[in-house]
């Protein structure tokens, strides 16, 4: 589950931008991610939710969640700012 609203929320509205930029409505994105329509809206509504579900959307769209190295975090545990 991603708690925090602004990021799952930011990820989210790409996945739907990419869907409508590709034809795809919110209803079938839905269905082709495996969720009901009603699931997408709580998603957006609420605006936190499962990664897996995030993850599924994405894939449906051309799109892929991924993890990237922070480096401004790093050099600052590198010069021991942290830690």
């Known amino acids: 589950m991603v708690n925090n609203n602004t990021d799952f929320s930011s990820l989210l509205d790409q996945?739907?931008?990419?869907?409508?930029?590709?034809?795809?409505?919110?209803?079938?994105?839905a269905q082709r991610a495996g969720i009901r329509p009603e699931t997408l809206s709580r998603l957006k509504r609420k605006g936190r939710g499962d990664l897996d579900t995030l993850d599924r959307m994405a894939q449906v769209v051309g799109l892929r969640l991924s993890l990237v190295v922070d480096d401004d975090l790093t050099a600052r545990i590198e010069q021991g700012e942290l830690l």
Not at 15 to 29: F, N, S, Y
């Open 15 to 29: 996945v739907l931008a990419t869907a409508k930029a590709a034809g795809i409505d919110q209803r079938e994105l």
